[in-house]
């Protein structure tokens, strides 16, 4: 199982950026997918996950209505669309999959700040 996180870097408040994870090593399609984030000196959390078809999504409470997820099961690829930043979101990005045993990428830091 690999996962390889892009996207990141440092954009203003308000601004926007868009995650990309890209998965290989097991069948993509069948998987729930997940990202997470930890910011310094903070624990890891849960930011959204999204059913192996696409169909159902979930989002922590700080990130509903800014964030969406989704992915393309044919690029077995999952992205995280991150709307009107705030600096509380600076953190390292990790995308996730359960298969037998929780795998992560190698995160990819967001920096919001002016």
């Known amino acids: 199982v690999q996962l390889v996180e892009s996207g990141g870097g440092l954009v203003q408040p308000g601004g926007s950026l868009r995650l990309s994870c890209a998965a290989s090593?097991?069948?993509?399609?069948?998987?729930?997918m997940s990202w997470y984030r930890q910011a310094p000196g903070k624990e890891r959390e849960l930011v959204a996950v999204?059913?192996?078809?696409?169909?159902?999504?979930n989002y922590a409470d700080s990130v509903k209505g800014r964030f969406t997820i989704s992915r393309d099961n044919a690029k077995s690829t999952v992205y995280l669309q991150m709307n009107s930043l705030k600096p509380d979101d600076t953190a390292v990005y990790y995308c996730?999959?359960?298969?037998?045993?929780?795998?992560w990428g190698q995160g990819t830091q967001v920096t919001v700040s002016s």
């Open positions: 996730t999959v359960f298969v037998w045993k929780a795998y």
């Open positions: 090593g097991f069948t993509f399609s069948s998987y729930v």
């Open positions: 999204i059913s192996s078809v696409g169909d159902s999504t």
